[in-house]
C-alpha cells in the first residue's frame, strides 16, 4: 500500500475552490430554472441496461459503463460466447445495469413510468452526474454534470421563447457575453427538399454542420463524396452565404424554400420565436445559423446552441425540440423542448474570464486562535454568538504556536482573525486582526460581530 | 418496448416535491457545514478497486458495485477460474473499478493523494452519494447520499466540541428534537481490561451494543457465549446498569475502571467535551451510553450517536474519533474526528413529524394563463418583470381550455394565477387570482408585484 493512491482516469478530485464555484454554477442554474417554473427531479444513477441501449447509436452502446452483477454472475453467462470471446453478448449476461449516459434517457423513462402521478405540461430540471466511457482527453472526462430544463407535453413555441430567456439569464447572472445560435430542424428538411435530396438529409446536415470549422470547400467537396449532385451543391450555395439582419435571412431563406412545405414552416417557427424573444429584449446576441445541426436524429424543430463571444470553447448550451422523447417507451407523441448547460465548459469560461465571484469560495469570516484551554473557552462562547449572527467562524482546534495558526488561516484566506490571550481573557474582549491591512483593534464580542457584519 | 420501464431493486426516483424537500435536508446541512468553517469537497463515483477492496471487511467487499472494463474485458479473465466459478477472482480480472461504498474511504484516499496540497488540519465536508449492493428493504436503499463532515490532522478535543454543537445546530435548523449519545472507546477498552479480557474487546462491545435491543439477559448470554467468564460477566453488571446525572455517571465509571489507565483516560475526555459543551449550551439531550459502540474496529477516542426523540427510527448521525485515517494509504499517524448524517432517516424523521417548511416544495409564485397569441405576449412582458423582481413566473404554454389550465395551476399549487384577456390587454393591467381565497382583483403589473412581494 505504498504506491500513492489514485482515481480513474478521465475521472476528478474537486478540490474545496473547485467545489465552491461548481456548486456557485449549479446553484445559479438551479435558481434561474426555479424562477421559471421548473421543477427538480433526480434518477438514479444506475438504470437498467434494457433502458439506456439501443437508445445512443451502437458507438454510444460501446460507452455506457456496466455494472457487474452481484453475486454468482457466472451462473448466467454462456461459456461458450465467453471462449469464443464475444464480448458484447457476454457482457449483456453478466450485467443487468449501467451508470446513465446523459439526462434525456432516464427522463423520458421517469416520464413513461410515472406518466399517472404527472400533470403535463411537464417541466423538470435536473443536475445530475452522467458517465461515459469515452477515451479521456482535455475537457472531456468520464464523469461530468448535465444540468437540463425541458418542458414536455406542449408543442407550443412559448416554451421556446421562454427556454431562450432562460438561457439569457443564466449567462447575464454569469457575467458572460454570449450569441445564442438558432435553427429549426424543419428548414433543414426543406433545405434537403429543395435541393431534390430529401432521402439525403442526414448527409447533408452532417456536412454543413461543419461549415465554420473546414470552410466553404471542404463542407462541397464532403457533399459530392456523400453522394449529391453537382447542381444539388451548386443550388446550396445561397443558401449558406445568406447573410443581413434576422429578419433578411429569414426573408431569402423564405423564398429559397418556397417550393417546401416544411421548409416553410420551419422558417414560420424561426420568425415566431425569434421575433417574440427580441420583443422581450434580451442580453445574448441572437443569431440564426441555418447550417445548425446538433444531434440532427433527435431534434425536429427548434435547434439551440450557445457560444461564448469572449473565449474560443466550443458549444456551452444547447438543446431542441423532440417530438417523441417517450415513443421508445411505449408513450408515443409527447412533444417537448430542452435545454442542457454544460458546466466544465461553463467552469472553464469563468476562469478564462476570471468571472468567479469571490464569495463564491466562501472562506470562514474569521479565525479565533487557539491560546488554551479557558482562552478557547471563551472564544467558542463568542464563536457561538457569531453563528448565531450569521457569521461563519471556526477556533484553531489545537493550542500550536502562534505563526502557525495564523499561516493556516492565511492559507486558507480567511480575512479577520481573532485573538484571546489572557489579557483579553480578563477584560471579556478580543483582538480582531484584519488580515489583508494588518490593522488589531481590541473590541468588545459585540463590537466585532458589528465590524464583521458590514 | 411496451412493457413499463422501470429503475433497479433498490433505487428511487425523486419527484419534485421529494426532490426539493431533499435539497431542503442537503442545503441546511451545507449552510451549517459552511458557518462552522468546513469546506467542500467532491470525489468521483467511481475509484479504483485496489482503493475500496478490503477496507470493509469481507462482507463489505461482496456489497461493493463493480465496474466491467471497457473494450475486451475477456482478454484479461483466466477461463480456468471462470470455468470453476471463481467470481471473486474473475470479478477482479474484468473490474478494475467500483462504485463508492462510502465518503470515508475516498476522503482518506484524497488526503493521501492530495497531501501536498492540503493545509492540516483540514476540515471538510462531502455530501455525496454512495452505492451498495445490499439487499433492498423498507428503509435501506442501493444508492444514498451521506452528509460528513470530518476534521483531520488534529486530536484537540475542541473538535469534538465544535462537531455536537455542529449536531446540535443542524436539528435545531430542521425543528427535530434529539438525544446525542456519547461514549469513548478508550472507556470500552478500559471496560474489556477490568473485566480481565482485554483480547475480548471486540465480543464485549458487540454484545452490549445490543443491549437496547435484546436487553440485558440475551447480552450476557451472548457474552457467556463469546468465551466470558461468569465472573467477567458478573463484574459487568455494575458498568451496564450505571443510573444519575453525567457527573455521577462519569464519578461511578471512574472508580470502577480506576485499575484501567486507558478506561480513565476515556473518561477524562469524555468529561471534558460534555463539560465545555453543555457551559456552551445546547438544545440537545447530551447523554452518555457506555455500551454504545458503532464501527468499533475504526473509532480509537469519543463515538457519537444521534437519535430523533418523537420518532422510533434508528440513529440519525453519528460519528467518532479515529487515529488512522490514511495508514492503510500509507500516510500513517493522521488523527480525525468526523460526523455523519443520514439524510433518508432525517427525510423520514421531518415527513413523520410534518416539519417540513411549506417553502422547500417552492412551487411558482404565480402562473398566468394563455388566452391567445397577443395576450401571451403581454403575459411574457409582465412575467419578465416579475422575476426581475425576484418572483418566480411562469406562462401556461398552450391556449388550451381555461378549466384545464386553472387545474394545472391547482394541481401544482401554484398560489396565485394571473389572467389577461382581451379586456386586461385594452387596459394594460391583469386580473390577480388568490387561489386560496378565490379572490379576484384587476391590478396593473407593477401593483400585482407589489402583493405578491409580500
Known amino acids: 500500500m505504498a504506491q500513492k493512491p489514485s482515481i480513474p482516469k478521465g475521472t476528478r478530485d474537486f478540490s474545496p475552490l473547485e467545489t465552491a464555484r461548481r456548486n456557485y ?80 434517457v432516464p427522463f423520458a423513462r421517469y416520464v413513461v413510468q410515472h406518466r399517472a402521478e404527472l400533470q403535463f405540461p411537464f417541466k423538470r430540471f435536473q443536475i445530475q452526474p452522467v458517465w461515459r466511457a469515452d477515451r479521456p482527453q482535455k475537457g472531456r472526462y468520464r464523469e461530468f454534470y448535465q444540468c437540463d430544463a425541458d418542458i414536455v407535453g406542449s408543442d407550443s413555441l412559448a416554451n421556446e421563447i421562454e427556454l431562450l ?21 424543419k428548414v433543414l ?37 456523400r453522394g449529391l449532385t453537382p447542381e444539388a451543391v451548386e443550388r446550396l450555395q445561397p443558401i449558406l452565404s445568406i447573410s443581413g439582419s434576422i429578419d433578411e435571412r429569414l426573408d431569402t431563406i423564405e423564398s429559397l424554400l418556397a417550393d417546401s412545405p416544411t421548409g416553410l414552416l420551419g422558417v414560420k417557427e424561426l420568425r415566431e420565436v425569434t421575433a417574440a424573444t427580441l420583443a422581450l429584449g434580451l442580453n445574448a446576441e441572437l443569431d440564426l445559423d441555418f447550417s445548425l445541426a446538433r444531434g440532427l436524429n433527435y431534434y425536429t424543430g427548434t435547434i439551440i446552441e450557445v457560444k461564448a463571444l469572449d473565449v474560443a470553447i466550443g458549444s456551452i448550451t444547447g438543446g431542441g425540440r423532440y417530438d417523441n422523447l417517450t415513443g421508445v417507451f411505449g408513450m408515443p407523441g409527447i412533444s417537448g423542448v430542452g435545454i442542457s448547460f454544460g458546466a466544465d465548459r461553463i467552469y472553464d469560461v469563468l476562469t478564462a474570464l476570471e468571472l468567479f465571484p469571490e464569495e463564491s469560495a466562501r472562506p470562514t469570516t474569521i479565525m479565533f486562535a487557539n491560546l ?19 457569521i461563519s467562524a471556526e477556533i484553531y482546534p489545537d493550542n500550536t504556536k502562534m505563526k502557525k495558526q495564523m499561516g493556516w488561516a492565511d492559507d486558507h484566506k480567511i480575512p479577520y482573525v481573532a485573538i484571546i490571550g489572557e489579557t483579553e481573557l480578563s477584560q471579556n474582549k478580543l483582538t480582531l486582526k484584519n488580515m489583508s491591512t494588518g490593522e488589531q483593534t481590541l473590541v468588545s464580542p459585540e463590537e466585532a460581530i458589528d465590524i464583521l457584519k458590514k
Chains 1, 2 share one sequence.
Open 165 to 185: 430567456q432562460l438561457i439569457d439569464e443564466v449567462f447575464t447572472r454569469f457575467g458572460i457575453r454570449i450569441a445564442i445560435k438558432l435553427n429549426n430542424r
Open 372 to 390: 488554551g484551554t479557558p482562552e478557547a473557552a471563551m472564544a467558542m462562547k463568542v464563536i457561538k454568538q457569531m453563528r448565531q449572527a450569521g
Open 25 to 104: 454554477i449549479f446553484d445559479t442554474i438551479r435558481d434561474v430554472f426555479r424562477l421559471y417554473g421548473f421543477r427538480p427531479i433526480e434518477t438514479p444513477a444506475m438504470e437498467n441496461l434494457s433502458t439506456l441501449m439501443g437508445k445512443y447509436g451502437d458507438e454510444g452502446d460501446k460507452l455506457l459503463f456496466k455494472i457487474l452483477n452481484s453475486g454468482d454472475f457466472l451462473a448466467k453467462a454462456d461459456h461458450e460466447l465467453i471462449a469464443t470471446g464475444e464480448t458484447a453478448r457476454v457482457a449483456s449476461q453478466i450485467c443487468e445495469k449501467g451508470l446513465r449516459y446523459d439526462l434525456t
Open 189 to 225: 428538411a426543406g433545405i434537403a427538399e429543395t435541393l431534390g435530396a430529401a432521402d439525403k438529409i442526414i448527409d447533408i446536415t452532417v456536412a454543413i454542420d461543419k461549415l465554420d470549422k473546414i470552410g466553404i470547400e471542404q463542407v462541397n467537396a464532403e457533399l459530392i463524396e
